[in-house]
């Protein structure tokens, strides 16, 4: 039998997951101190490419290539964007992890389809402090376009998820995080990297100017300094509308672009230049789209790559939506190019 202080408990949790789910997503008060929180989503994806480049879960720049053999069609149906996390808050001390699955792939399609829990979030926050993995400060992810396709055009995206330690104040945020010398000896990044960002906010959206230093290290032993920029936000328009855009340029390199572009080719440090545009228009209360397009080109490996999409989404209920989307991915410098139809429905949990 229930004591009467669990009974309240249970009842208290009950109300607070109740209200939560208007919110996208569930909240368990288990004391004036201590809330548990979870939230996430159960996405279907059905894509359809033709072209030159395979299907892949998300374009990587650097990946985009033609297989051997003639132009291929392919149909993909998965679930893998679906994801959960939960929050744990106590005080002024807040915890936060979140896993999705995708590309992580155990089992195959022949028969099971299995994938594995794929860590994308793990962080401590404490006052002005945030310690742990999430989206690196340099990136703003407010300017992130509404795609159906996972990441969107992410070739012109600031797009890196890593372990870091970052201080706020204000608008200000300073940061140290997880160093990779993507094209070099990454066994010998001794110094981590460091990223200063301050975002502008109002009431017609936000805009964020961030800086980028790190220390490289080749594979003839040596030591080179990298430096890059990013401006970013999003703006609001008419209505409901906003317009996003991102563009970053220097030695950012694997910042930028998943992997369109290497921080070190040979002994040499190079300069990437990525941008991203995106109009969000709402044509009815629940029915919205979003033109997007995204590109990035680096100076010595000559890589160079885009992608444009357009889509369709309307919500069915207030956390359940359905989309299409017709997009086209290209690597310029091998003279390659998919197109790419997407349906999908998604359930905010």
Known sequence: MLNTKFKKLLLASSIAVAAGAANAGYEIKLSEEDKISFGGYIKVDA????????????????????PAGEDKSQVNLNANESRFNMKYTHGD?????????????????????SVAPRLRHAFIKYQNWTVGQTWSTFMNTSALAETLDFAGAAMGEVFVRHTQVRYTNGGLQLSIENPESLGGDNSEDSVPD?????????????????GLARQLSTNGGDTESAFGYSLAGRIKTVGKDDFRFQYSGGEVGRYVGVVSAFDLVGEEVEETTAYLASYRHFWTEDTRSTLTYGKAEADISNLESSQWSVNLIKNLTKQLSVGVEVGK??????????SYAQASLKYVL
């Open 194 to 210: 460091f990223v200063a960002r301050y975002n502008f906010k109002g009431d017609w959206g936000n805009v964020s100017v961030s």
């Open 329 to 338: 991915i290209e690597r310029e410098d091998l003279d390659i190019d998919s």
């Open 47 to 66: 894509r359809y490419v033709s072209g030159d480049i395979a299907y892949q879960d998300f374009w990587l720049g650097s990946a985009l290539a033609a």
């Open 93 to 113: 001390v807040m915890g936060f992890i979140e896993m999705d699955f995708i590309n992580s792939g155990q089992g195959n399609e022949i028969i099971s389809n």
